[in-house]
Each structure stands twice: as C-alpha cells, then as structure tokens.
C-alpha cells in the first residue's frame, strides 16, 4: 500500500526510509540482519526507491547501533563501487539510487514512521499528526515510504524467489515468514526466522523453555499470554507480533517484574505531547504500585481498565498501547492481582500521613514531629 501510494505521487523528489530504529525491549533481529546481511538490506532499499521512483534513502539507525557505522558505510562504498547504488544502477539507465546513513538519539518513539521523519530532518522526534500521511508529505515534506528492516530484506527474497514461494510459507491470511527475537527464560534465545503460523507452544519448545509462566508477545504494547493461551498462532488475525517475544517462568514475579517494568518503560518514553500519554501510564503505575504494596482493592483494578480506555484517544501507538501490559496482564493473570489485593474492603485511600510528613520535611529542610494533641 505504501509503495502504491508513493509511486502514484507525482513528486520529482521521493525518499525511501529504513526504519532501524528497534528500541522494543526484547528485540534485537535488526542487529543481527545489519550485521549478517546488510547487502540484502541496501538491495531491498534499492529495489524499493525503483518501485516508488525515489533516488535517495535514509538508512534511520539507533544510535545505540553507533559501533556499526563504520562497518555499514564501508558495506554502502562498496555497493556504489560495483554500482548496485549510484547512478544508472547495473547499467539501466535513469536507475539512480543512493544511501546515506543517520542516527537516531536513542528515543523509542522514533521507532514511530513519523517521528522518525522529523527526526531525520533534524527535530526533536515527536509523532506528527495524520493526515497527510508520509506516502504523500514524509521527509522534507515530499513522498516518502518507511519501511522496517526486515521488510526490506523480505523484498529481496520476494524478487528473488518470487510471490507464490513466500505465499507457499505461512498461513493463508499471514503468508511468508517473520523473524523473531526470543529472551527471557530459556535455553535457547536468539533470533529465528519463522513461517506464520507457528503457535506459542510451538516457540516454546523451539528455543528450550521449561515451567513457562507467561509469554510476552509483541513487546511491552503486544499481549502477556497465559498457559491457557500457548495454543494461539503468531499470525496478523491472532497474535501479532513486530518480532519481539520474551519468556518468564514461574519464579517471575509477573505484576512487580513485567508488567511495572513495562510501565515505566511508557512513562520514560512517551513525548510527552498527549495528556492522556502524559498522565494516564503515571496513574496507572500508582495504581500498580499501591496493589503491590498490599494497599490495592478490587476498584482499584477496575479503574485501571476503565482508565486503559482512556489511552486511546493518543496520537501514536506508544500512548495507544500503554494501557496494554495492565490490560492483558489482568485479563490473562487475574489471580496474581486478586491475591494482592485486599478482599472485604471498597477503598484504601494509599494515604500515608508519617510518610507524607517526612516528606515535605524533608524538602523544607525541617526534622518531622508529629504532636497527638
Ligand atoms: S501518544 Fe505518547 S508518544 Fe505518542 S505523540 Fe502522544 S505523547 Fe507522544
């Protein structure tokens, strides 16, 4: 779709974009496919710019991939001197296409297409508003298409091997295959290339898990699958995934280990620019806070779901999924929270006098005491 749109934009200038920017915890494929097969990427980008009509691409790195600049400018001189980039590409002429490499400053919403843009152009990486989408104003307000890593790599192979072979691979509405990045609690993490399709269960044998409490699938904005869940397939109508899957067993302490951490990964990360982004991953980590403190009742978790909604109305897919670690974890894990909490009481209200007394003492500078009369 977006190389439809950008090919059909009557712009002299277009830009092809390499979003490598995988700021996901737990994903990790884009360092491996940079490091093992950057030709094919830079081919897949060539590919792309002659499909769209764009001479110049943007290969968008994250800055923590820094130590690979050198590495992939030496691989791209390479490219221009056995003219697979350049002018005239392979000899066909008005085939121009060349790559130039930028680095991210190390912010996870740049992982977001428009974001990245403004970044790219030098801003400070903040989601733009859509539309105009970037098919039609991208880059320096011209056509713009920005695809990932692996998509681009997948071009290659499409070309090479042709559309029915990649459709032979996968399941009839998730053809092809998807290359994962496993952790967490297992013999075998790494990065696998899969046909859609495969299954939870399937993963977990595959990279040696043994008494698995949980899978995250998708990263912190994807699901916190269950046990009860382990059947359901890695595809785009079941469970959707970037790549990032990561395993916890059942010494993890999923509420205070997974899914705080998640959050205060939102909180870190988010622009700032939405108040409900701004806020509503805040309040929602109190609340987490005050059920992992034994102070939590059942409205409690009842306003965390209600409040998750709330996070809808976000510009981008960071505020829009925040929520999503609490959702799924209290859908999937709902036992873990009942047992937190405390039963036969409506209201708590986390209200800690001494403590709240020790602070503002403490920032006036005074020495707390409390009178009982
Ligand atoms: S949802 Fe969050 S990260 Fe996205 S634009 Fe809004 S504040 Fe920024």
């Given at each position: 779709m977006k190389w439809k749109f950008t090919a059909a934009e009557k712009s002299a200038v277009k830009y092809v974009v390499c979003n490598a920017d995988e700021g996901e915890p737990g994903t990790f494929k884009d360092r491996v496919i940079l490091t093992e097969y950057p030709k094919m990427l830079m081919e897949g980008m060539a590919i792309a710019g002659y499909a769209v009509g764009a001479t110049e691409g943007i290969l968008y790195v994250r800055y923590e991939y820094k130590y690979l600049q050198e590495y992939l400018e030496k691989i791209i001189e390479g490219g221009r001197k056995k003219n697979y980039l350049g002018k005239n590409i392979c000899g066909k002429e008005g085939f121009d296409f060349d790559i130039r490499i930028q680095f991210g400053a190390g912010s996870y919403v740049c992982g977001e297409e428009s974001a990245l843009i403004e970044s790219a152009e030098g801003k400070r990486g903040e989601p733009r508003d859509r539309p105009p989408f970037p098919v039609e104003s991208g880059y320096l307000e011209k056509p713009t298409i920005v695809n990932n890593v692996e998509t681009l790599c997948s071009i290659v192979k499409i070309v090479n091997h042709g559309a029915p072979w990649y459709r032979s691979m996968g399941t009839k509405e998730s053809s092809g295959t998807k290359v994962l990045s496993i952790c967490g609690d297992c013999k075998y993490p790494g990065v696998y290339e899969i046909e859609w399709g495969f299954s939870v269960n399937d993963v977990i044998e595959m990279v040696g898990a043994?008494?698995?409490?949980a899978v995250q699938v998708g990263g912190p904005s994807g699901n916190l699958v269950g046990p009860n869940e382990f059947n359901r397939t890695l595809s785009y109508t079941d469970l959707s995934t970037g790549g990032s899957i990561i395993i916890f067993n059942k010494q993890r302490d999923l509420i205070k280990d997974v899914v705080l951490n998640f959050m205060n990964f939102f909180i870190d990360e988010s622009?700032?620019?939405c108040s409900t982004c701004r806020n509503i991953p805040v309040l929602l980590r109190q609340k987490l806070e005050k059920i992992l403190n034994a102070r939590g009742v059942q409205k409690d978790i009842e306003e965390m779901l209600e409040w998750s909604?709330?996070?809808?109305?976000?510009?981008?897919g960071l505020g829009l999924t925040a929520g999503n670690p609490i959702v799924t974890s209290i859908k999937n894990f709902r036992s873990l929270y009942d047992k937190k909490i405390q039963h036969g009481k409506d209201y708590d209200s986390n209200f800690d006098m001494l403590n709240a007394v020790k602070e503002s003492c403490d920032a006036v500078g005074r020495v707390p005491g409390i009178h009982s009369n």
């Open positions: 043994n008494e698995v409490q622009c700032g620019s909604k709330v996070l809808k109305a976000s510009r981008c």
